[in-house]
Each structure stands twice: as structure tokens, then as C-alpha cells.
């Protein structure tokens, strides 16, 4: 695929999004490993901030390609637990949503900090995901069957994301990756108007 086909399908996705819908279900009955399986898989805003993380640590290369995954992850989990121990996290929204524009962007931008600077950025960014499904574990008929099943659809995200990554190695490729970056980033301000504008 040319980096202009891989440019228009990344729009054409960016065009489609929809604010926040992977949490829709917060304070509803949830269980089981498909229902955590599938839950993160039908929010675009948790699609492709999986995807720009595992995109951003290919992109970055050598450590960064499993730290920024795990970092997510982790510190998603803190999140959650919060969230259940009721510890409020104020516009949790605003930061879903502005975590996709702003991992987009690194893409795009082919930002290149110190590798424990980019688990810093992507796990301060996985606080806000984490709080937002903590807050529908409670009520799930079994919150560990749906816990393990939504970390196992996100480290596939990741995966994805990395493989997508790994398209900079092309010819033309780096271009054509951040172009998916801004592509991301643009989809990720779309999201972010939904919980700014009245």
C-alpha cells in the first residue's frame, strides 16, 4: 500500500469516529471474558490510542517497542483500582479523548524522548482509560473474567499498533506512519469536542 492509499484509509477512519463510546456501560451489568474482550474493540477512542501506542513504540525502536505497551497496561490497572476505590480523576472524558490527539501526534511529530519519558507520557495517559472501566468493574457479574479479557484485547491492540509501526522500515514508510499519525491525532480533537462543546 502507498503511503497516499495508507494516508486516505486513515482519514477515511478518522471520519468515521465517535466520541467515547467505549464508555457507554458504566454502572451497568457487565461480565464475562468476551464481554472484557470485546468492550475495548467498539470504542474507537480506546482502538486508537492502543494502536498509537504500540505505534509510537515502534517507531521509537529498541526498548520502546515493549515498554510503552506495558507501560499502559500497568498504570491502566492503577486507574481502575482507583476508580473502584471511589478516588475521583476529574474529565476523565476530556483525558480519553485527548489522550488519542496527543499519542497521534507524537506519532505524527516522530517525537523521540528518552524511553522512560515516553512510558511517563503514555501511562499518565492510561490513568484516565483505567478510571473509566474501574468504574464498570463493580457491577460485572465477574469483574476478573472481564478484567483478563479486556487486557488481553488491549495487548492485542498494542500488538496491531506495533505491527503498523513497523511499516517506517519501508520505503517511504516513516512518512507514511506519521502520516497515520496526524491521521490519529485529528481523529482524537473530533473525539475531544464531544465532551468540550455544550
Do not use: Y
Request: net charge positive.
Amino acid at each position: 500500500m502507498t503511503a497516499n492509499r495508507l494516508a486516505a484509509a486513515s482519514i477515511a477512519l478518522a471520519a468515521t469516529a465517535t466520541p467515547a463510546l467505549a464508555h457507554t456501560g458504566a454502572g451497568g451489568v457487565i461480565g464475562g471474558l468476551s464481554a472484557g474482550f470485546l468492550h475495548p474493540v467498539f470504542g474507537i477512542d480506546h482502538v486508537l490510542a492502543m494502536l498509537a501506542v504500540g505505534m509510537w513504540g515502534a517507531q521509537l525502536g529498541g526498548r520502546a517497542v515493549w515498554a510503552l505497551p506495558v507501560a499502559f497496561p500497568m498504570v491502566m490497572a492503577l486507574g481502575g483500582a482507583a476508580s473502584i476505590l471511589g478516588l475521583p480523576l476529574p474529565a476523565v472524558e476530556i483525558g480519553i479523548a485527548g489522550s488519542v490527539a496527543v499519542l497521534g501526534l507524537a506519532v505524527a511529530l516522530a517525537a523521540r524522548p528518552p524511553v522512560w519519558a515516553g512510558a511517563v507520557i503514555v501511562g499518565a495517559l492510561a490513568l484516565f482509560h483505567g478510571h473509566a472501566h474501574g468504574t464498570e468493574l463493580p457491577g460485572a457479574l465477574d469483574p476478573l473474567a472481564f478484567a483478563i479479557g479486556f487486557v488481553t484485547a488491549t495487548g492485542l491492540i498494542h500488538a496491531a499498533g506495533i505491527g503498523i509501526g513497523l511499516v517506517a522500515r519501508l520505503p517511504r514508510g516513516a512518512l507514511a506512519l506519521r502520516a497515520v499519525g496526524g491521521t490519529v491525532c485529528a481523529a482524537g480533537l473530533v473525539l475531544l469536542a464531544g465532551p468540550l462543546l455544550p
